[in-house]
């Protein structure tokens, strides 16, 4: 089947597997390898993306049920003159990652949770990231990332 998926503001097109998922067309075939995969279940949010400004786990979504659409992945957060993104920057600032392997996923769904709710609390930080998990922290510093991408004071 052959695919036309908006990738980063870039059309991209390729011919797939009808079953292929969305995690290994960014991946194999658009050559994007932000995107980690890491359960294959839904389960660590290690493949989140935007689809259409949405987040979405990409491996439970069909490269074909992309066709037609905008997909944004960490690569694309960065703006034309690479400059960081709010909320790659408070990651950074915020030491919001260690070994790195959930931090797109989690930058990506951090993303999402600030469009449609700017300024969270830190509860509300820790349940729009429930489905995304990180094995080396306890989220401490990730929250605060996403606190400090918001704008608003972090409390140490």
Known sequence: MRVS???NGRTTAGEVPDRTLLVHYLRDTVGLTGTNIGCDT????ACT?????????????????ADGHEVTTVEGLAGESGELHPVQRAFREQHGLQCGFCTPGMMMASVSLLKEN???????????????LCRCTGYHNIVS????????????
């Open 5 to 7: 998926i908006e990738v």
């Open 118 to 132: 700017p300024k969270p609390s830190r509860r509300e930080v820790r349940e729009a990231l429930e489905g995304n």
């Open 42 to 45: 839904t389960s660590c949010g």
């Open 49 to 65: 993306v935007l689809l259409d400004g949405e987040s979405v786990k990409s491996c439970t979504v069909l490269a074909a049920q």
């Open 145 to 156: 990332a996403v606190v400090e991408a918001s704008g608003q004071e972090v409390d140490r």
